[in-house]
């Protein structure tokens, strides 16, 4: 801690000997003023930058890796110039000249969703005009001290805009809504879907009420709940970079509002209706196998764990993004993984609760289990792999 101490101290006192500007709110940490590059196009590789005299427009660019400055802001200062910034080779904005940018390194990781990013310019400025630099908030006046002497300035924080993070938003108070309205209206019920002592339970008897009727309308309320759910997951997997919904024919495409709202409810859609048709199918199953109402006890079952589940899972997502944690690197492999063993879980959960209330062989029911369970589980498990 002293040696970061001290260095962060030597890069401070640094600065102020060069008598480069600032913000003096601001606490340096790293400079970019030697770390200027140039990408050859020939080579198609980044390469330090070299000043070439007869070249009126210059182009050079900064390399930035977000893991490192957690909690920090990037701030450059732009030459007398005209400049245009570009982040990844998408244009971000046009300075007029001499202007002090401000950017959140956290809303920068969370937008472009990536480890590293190339800040460019392209301005008749060069980079020696140019003061970049990455800070920490320290206090104090917002001064920058120039040519002319201290003046004060607006402190220019752009917003990072993030149309899914718009959409996180809209999905999370649909989530908070529907779950509002299911538990008001069917406390009792909700009681057994978010109850680890029910879950658990393979004693059922005494939820016939809702066995009896699997596709009434409070189960039904619990299917439409559980798909918001899976829904606002699969969104929050995209913003943290699973490319699992973009490229696909079912999805529109494109960084909009619109188009993430419209993606979200077509997966809320897509879930309900393969639960509701997930019904159909253990009917069918139930009455080759001859098992009757087991069918509706295994539906229940199926919900109920996989209402359960998915909240716990879609908490710790939520976790996980407000406070900037990132996602594994193998997402899809984690992912995996983890919906692998709460299916076998829910399957063995199935069997003991279904081996208890009745009185099927053992043969019959591994049966009708592999085909009820282990082949949707293999579909759904190919389908997003």
């Known amino acids: 801690m002293r040696t970061v101490f001290a260095i962060i101290l030597f890069c401070f006192a640094g600065a102020q000997a060069l008598g480069l500007p600032r913000y003096e709110n601001y606490r340096m940490v790293h400079d970019f003023s030697q770390e200027w590059l140039m990408y050859d196009h020939q080579e198609k590789v980044y390469v330090p930058y ?21 909690r920090a802001y990037l701030l450059i200062k732009t030459g007398d110039k005209t400049c245009n910034l570009f982040i990844d080779q998408a244009l971000d904005r046009v300075s007029k000249g001499d202007e002090w940018i401000v950017y959140s390194i956290d809303s920068l990781r969370r937008q472009y969703k990536k480890e590293k990013i190339y800040i460019s310019f392209l301005s008749l400025s060069g980079p020696s005009e140019v003061v970049a630099y990455v800070g920490f908030p320290s206090g104090g006046a917002a001064q920058v001290k120039g040519k002319e002497g201290a003046r004060e300035v607006v402190r220019l924080m752009p917003r ?7 959409g996180v938003a809209i999905a999370f108070v649909l989530s908070l809504v529907v779950m509002s309205f299911v538990s008001s209206n069917y406390f009792r019920v909700f009681g057994k879907y978010f109850s680890l002592r029910e879950v658990l339970s393979s004693r059922v008897k005494e939820d016939l009420f809702m066995i009896g009727k699997p596709l009434d309308r409070p189960n039904l309320f619990f299917v439409i709940l559980l798909s918001v759910m899976v829904g606002f997951f699969f969104l929050l997997l995209e913003s943290g970079g699973w490319r699992i919904i973009e490229g696909s024919i079912l999805f529109q495409s494109g960084n909009t509002f619109a188009v993430y709202a419209i993606n979200y409810f077509k997966i809320c859609l897509i879930v309900f209706v393969l639960y509701v048709l997930k019904f159909f199918f253990l009917n069918i199953v139930g009455k080759l196998f001859n098992l009757g109402k087991v069918t509706d006890l295994h539906y229940f079952k199926v919900v109920q764990c996989s209402v359960f589940f998915f909240s716990l899972l879609l908490v710790l997502t939520l976790i996980m993004y407000n406070t900037y944690i990132p996602l594994p690197n193998n997402l899809d492999g984690f992912l995996f993984i983890l919906l692998i063993i709460f299916f076998v879980w829910r399957a063995l959960l199935i069997y003991f609760t279904i081996n208890r209330e009745s009185n099927v062989k053992f043969l019959y029911l591994f049966s009708y289990l592999c085909i009820a369970e282990g082949l949707p589980v293999i579909l759904v498990l190919r389908l997003l792999f």
């Not at 070299?50 to 390399?63: A, F, G, I, V």
């Not at 990072?160 to 718009?166: L, V």
């Open 50 to 70: 070299r000043n070439d005299p007869d070249q009126e427009l210059k182009s050079y660019s900064l390399h930035l890796r977000l893991p490192s400055f957690p």
């Open 160 to 166: 990072a805009i993030s149309r899914i993070n718009s």
